[in-house]
């Protein structure tokens, strides 16, 4: 969804998550939560469907 979204966290934002109860352990993979942010930046679409000049 972040990639559709212009690749950028102006539209959602990550949280890590933990290893359930009993099975914490170094040998997992870390995974994030993504969610929809409730307020965006108000240029957030513009930069979203104007990608930024080239340098």
Excluded at 17 to 38: H, I, K, M, N, Y
């Amino acid at each position: 969804m972040r990639a559709v979204l212009g690749g950028t966290n102006d539209f959602v934002e990550r949280q890590l998550l933990g290893a359930p109860p009993g099975l914490e352990s170094d040998l997992g993979e870390t995974r994030f939560r993504w969610t929809v942010r409730d307020t965006f930046p108000e240029d957030a679409y513009d930069r979203l469907v104007r990608p930024a000049a080239p340098d």
